[in-house]
């Protein structure tokens, strides 16, 4: 590879004008969540609830072991659904009828998909688009464990930052570094 040749954003994400009522996005990225994962939400957000942290505890409870935090599992699928439908967002305006229709687990793969559910011009804004979806996680086994709908403002084409007009200096060292011996 040339140092030179990467020119393009391979993919840009979508902005207002790209969105369109019934399309179905599948998320490219699944992620196992793991026990630390699990145990550093809890600390991390003070949640004080030992499904959570402890498996003593857990394997008391009508699960047997450790519940992931539902927090997570909203933030995972939130953070899996950026590159389909928030790459351009100027605000989240909220998340609504979220509902957790099953457990996750710690050694669950979660994997999502978003359904465009409405796409509306902003009455306040001309540089974005009201854009509301329905996001879906599941797990390995095609379960779903969470379901809502979130609505965001979106940028119009050519109005949001643009990180694309970064461009890497190629000094001496970076261009040693990419020599191939």
């Not at 999502?112 to 390995?140: A, D, H, K, M, Y």
């Not at 403002?153 to 060292?173: F, N, Q």
């Amino acid at each position: 590879m040339r140092a030179e040749s990467a020119q393009e954003v391979s993919w840009p994400g979508r902005y207002f004008e790209d969105f369109s009522v019934g399309e179905v996005y599948r998320h490219p990225l699944g992620r196992t969540v793991t026990a630390t994962d699990n145990v550093w939400q809890a600390l991390l957000t003070q949640n004080t609830m030992p499904v959570h942290f402890d498996a003593h505890y857990a394997a008391q409870t009508a699960f047997g072991r450790r519940l992931v935090d539902s927090t997570f599992t909203l933030a995972l699928v939130t953070g899996q659904s950026v590159t389909d439908v928030s790459q351009h967002v100027m605000a989240n305006l909220g998340w609504d009828r979220v509902r957790l229709p099953n457990p996750v687990f710690e050694g669950d793969t979660i994997y999502s998909q978003s359904e465009v559910l409405s796409v509306r011009e902003s009455r306040s804004r001309p540089n974005v688009g009201i854009v509301t979806v329905r996001t879906v996680g599941f797990n390995q086994n095609g379960e779903v464990v969470i379901v809502f709908e979130r609505t965001m403002m979106i940028y119009r084409r050519g109005h949001g930052p643009d990180v694309t007009a970064v461009r890497p200096v190629w000094d001496e060292r970076a261009r040693r570094a990419v020599q191939e011996p």
